[in-house]
């Protein structure tokens, strides 16, 4: 059982700051992924950022620059580091891990924060 829980988000004006967390727990030996998505109503959900089980990051084109995908191994911890923030970018904002377990290895979703930029 790896429950996932994601905190940090809000309302922001444009051009500020914010950093989500994602933190894994439980039956968990590595965490092989970890990404950020994000979605609005109507809309298919988007990537946002990945890291691969190689270690290379990448990003969508419409935040290249501004976000920032980083891990604490050690606390099973990925963090999203949004600056610049723009009106385009109000979503619900997903974390997303490839964790491999005890016997299996599984997809985990956190369970979505808002993240609102408005003035």
């Known amino acids: 059982q790896v429950d996932v829980v994601e905190s940090g988000g809000g309302l922001v004006q444009p051009g500020g700051s914010l950093r989500l967390s994602c933190a894994a727990s439980?039956?968990?030996?590595?965490?092989?992924?970890a990404g950020w998505y994000r979605q609005v109503p109507g809309k298919q959900r988007e990537l946002v950022a990945i890291n691969d089980s190689d270690g290379s990051t990448n990003y969508a084109d419409s935040v290249k620059g501004r976000f920032t995908l980083s891990r604490e191994n050690a606390k099973n911890t990925s963090y999203l580091q949004m600056n610049s923030l723009k009106p385009e970018d109000t979503a619900v904002y997903y974390c997303w891990y490839y964790i491999r377990g005890l016997t299996a290895s599984s997809e985990y979703w956190g369970q979505g924060t808002q993240v609102t930029v408005s003035s």
């Open positions: 439980g039956a968990i030996f590595e965490i092989k992924s």
